[in-house]
């Protein structure tokens, strides 16, 4: 991890676009307004006619997407993760996924990355919401070029598929050159003791615990869970068949994110003990990013503190 490169995946987002259009004239970005936030001033002024920018409606937004890919062509929807989830969740249900479109849902500001933005801005919940969906695919990339590759991922699959950048620089974790598997972890280290799953922001969090814990003699199992949805079932299974303890780490709701998804798979096996780490079923507010990761216990040292615990 490179600790001194700081990127935001929203970034990486507004570059791949650009080369996934270039490359094929069905990818289309259907933008409501915000295409400064989201990165995607760039691809308007190079790719005008795969363009649109529907204003601040949403709810249109996806209406207009749906439209295209009955055309045939691949849409990305464009706005900030709240609003991509619950402004539209209805349109999202029942023109997207019910009839299994092929629209993609590119959503920046997840978690509580835009922290002074406030809790209207901060969305918490919506992985949650969006993956109890039928025919929704989930995805949050840990990093600059494990988003690049990612959204590539996501334009090649059929069907609706929602991710979730960060407004935040977080530190570089991955190489240019690294591949990338819809639904499928990566595993960052291989460790008996306990197994730690985080996605998104917080996979940085996580290998700084990882290495801490090493020093003490405590082993990990490392998994960057960038797919929530299809979560790597074979993934977990290992971890709870090899180790049994297993701590989950996101920038979401602790109901019906990451650690819940993990948990399901825990409890339909009857064994493991599995501890949550997230936003606490709480809202946020304005306040530094760090500050409302900490206010949750999403630091590294309640990582490391409550990998012991489990381990005790």
Do not use: W
């Amino acid at each position: 991890m490179d600790t001194t490169k700081k990127i935001a995946t929203r970034n990486g987002f507004g570059e791949e676009i650009v080369n996934l259009g270039k490359n094929n004239d069905k990818i289309y970005v259907i933008d409501n307004d915000i295409g400064k936030s989201c990165k995607t001033s760039s691809f308007m002024k190079e790719l005008p006619n795969q363009y649109l920018n529907v204003g601040i409606a949403e709810q249109n937004g996806a209406g207009i997407a749906a439209g295209l890919a009955t055309c045939g062509k691949i849409p990305f929807v464009v706005t900030y993760a709240v609003f991509g989830s619950l402004r539209m969740c209805e349109q999202i249900r029942q023109e997207i996924c019910y009839p299994n479109l092929n629209v993609k849902f590119a959503c920046s500001h997840g978690g509580v990355t835009p922290a002074n933005d406030g809790a209207s801005h901060q969305a918490i919940e919506d992985m949650g919401v969006l993956r109890t969906i039928p025919n929704m695919t989930v995805i949050m990339p840990a990093d600059y070029y494990a988003a690049k590759k990612l959204v590539k991922a996501a334009a090649e699959i059929y069907g609706p598929v929602f991710l979730r950048f960060t407004r935040d620089n977080i530190p570089v974790i991955y190489d240019e050159n690294t591949e990338f598997e819809i639904g499928k972890a990566v595993k960052l280290s291989e460790g008996t003791d306990i197994a730690i799953i985080a996605n998104g922001d917080t996979v940085r969090l996580a290998i700084e615990a990882k290495e801490a814990l090493a020093k003490d003699g405590i082993s990990v199992r490392l998994l960057d869970m960038h797919t929530i949805k299809p979560l790597d079932k074979e993934a977990v299974t290992s971890c709870i068949n090899d180790i049994g303890k297993i701590i989950t780490v996101e920038d979401h709701n602790i109901i019906n994110g990451l650690g819940s998804a993990v948990c399901e798979v825990a409890a339909e096996m009857g064994k493991s003990k599995v501890h949550r780490i997230g936003i606490q079923d709480q809202f946020g507010q304005s306040a530094p990013y760090e500050r409302l990761l900490a206010m949750n216990g999403i630091t590294v040292e309640n990582i490391i503190a409550q990998s012991k615990a489990l381990i005790k």
